[in-house]
């Protein structure tokens, strides 16, 4: 079945840039998201893009997408203290309108 | 709006007990799901409907059931009450592709 694969944690310095990493398995995925967690919340739709982009920029979120290597990144420049959460990789298939299916989700903590 | 909601958004039960899991969304949504998250384990979806009256099985469906008698509402019940099933539930809903979650229920199971 699909898998989705991303590090269990990242820690960076407060102003410097976060990438974030993700791998999945299904080649027939057209839509690929991250979402971000904050403690005790539910999962907020940070960004996504379609199959057919090689990158996609919304202010300080750069998202990448090596389609060969089935390798998506999220970077997120000027890291600041409320980044820090939970960030989950999640991919579909087809129409988009099947189920998503998470990464384990990635911890960022961002030193002051 | 209020987008997706959910109740309780705590409870203890005891083994064997029942309750029911209300998800509400009230942005004419087609597509609603229901997941578990469990630390280290990220989301695993437990059953999802692609329509008011549909129900399918996700990834973790033994010990859960649905419904979706109302467009709107999606509810995720539980006969028998586990230890296993102590987790946080989160629902989602979605007019195709982009998912709108919930805020959580955390339930534990005694």
């Known amino acids: 079945g699909e898998d989705v694969e991303q590090s269990l944690f990242l820690s960076v310095r407060e102003g410097d840039s976060s990438v974030i990493n993700c791998t999945y398995t299904?080649?027939?995925?057209?839509?690929l998201y991250w979402y971000k967690q904050e403690p005790g919340a539910g999962l907020q739709l940070l960004t996504y893009?379609?199959?057919?982009?090689d990158m996609k920029q919304d202010q300080r979120l750069t998202v990448l997408l090596n389609k060969k290597d089935k390798h998506l990144s999220l970077r997120i420049a000027d890291t600041q203290t409320g980044d820090s959460a939970i960030y989950f990789c999640?991919?579909?298939?087809?129409?988009?309108?099947?189920?998503?299916?998470f990464g384990k989700g990635t911890r960022l903590s961002v030193i002051a | 709006n209020a987008g997706v909601t959910q109740t309780p958004k705590f409870r203890v039960l005891k083994t064997g007990q029942s309750m029911t899991l209300l998800c509400a969304q009230d942005?004419?949504?087609?597509?609603m799901y229901w997941y578990r998250q469990d630390p280290g384990m990220g989301l695993r979806l437990i059953h999802y409907?692609?329509?008011?009256?549909?129900?399918a099985k996700g990834e973790v469906p033994d010990g859960y059931n649905v419904s979706r008698l109302k467009k709107q509402n999606f509810l995720l019940g539980l006969e028998s009450a586990a230890p296993s099933q102590t987790s946080v539930y989160f629902c989602?809903?979605?007019?195709?592709?982009?998912?709108?979650f919930g805020p959580g229920t955390r339930l534990t199971v005694t």
């Open positions: 893009i379609f199959s057919n982009m």
């Open positions: 999640a991919e579909s298939a087809n129409s988009g309108n099947t189920p998503l299916v």
């Open positions: 942005m004419n949504h087609e597509y």
């Open positions: 299904d080649s027939s995925s057209t839509y």
């Open positions: 989602a809903s979605s007019p195709s592709g982009v998912q709108y």
């Open positions: 409907s692609v329509g008011e009256g549909t129900t």
